[in-house]
């Protein structure tokens, strides 16, 4: 997280198309670390609506505040505003090892999901689905898919 928000603090908006794909992409690090984290030491968004107690936004790079946790709803609005920015800074087509738009709005998806909201957790796994970046692994690949190569 310190590191994606130090380049995230660092490049302009629309200085370039690869300077906005690499904030985009630290974006999308930052919103993925804060789900992953309050998924563990928050409760469920769905127990009290997000009232819950969850952890500290990190959106800077000051190693010497000692800020007061958020609640759970807090961190899921961040996340979601994260990762709708970085879906829209995120315009260069690179391969599945970097962070994509479709990436993105995959974890928006899953994001609504774990909110109850199942309207945008559909709205936005049709976007991932029709973008046609991506494709289901036919059965006979899938099945040796994990088997290791000799």
Known sequence: ???SNRIIN???DGKSPA???LKGE???LRALSHFNLVRIFGLPYTQGQGDNPGIVIKDNIITTDFPARNTVKEVY???ITDLLKAASLMTVKKNAC???KEAAYALLSRVYLYMGDD???ITYTNLVITSGRYQLLATAVYKKYFVPVP
Do not use: R
């Open 26 to 28: 630290n974006l999308f």
């Open 98 to 100: 970097f962070a994509s």
């Open 119 to 121: 309207e945008n957790a």
């Open 10 to 12: 660092v490049i302009e």
């Open 19 to 21: 300077l906005d794909q």
């Open 1 to 3: 997280i310190y590191s």
């Open 77 to 79: 609005d961040f996340i």
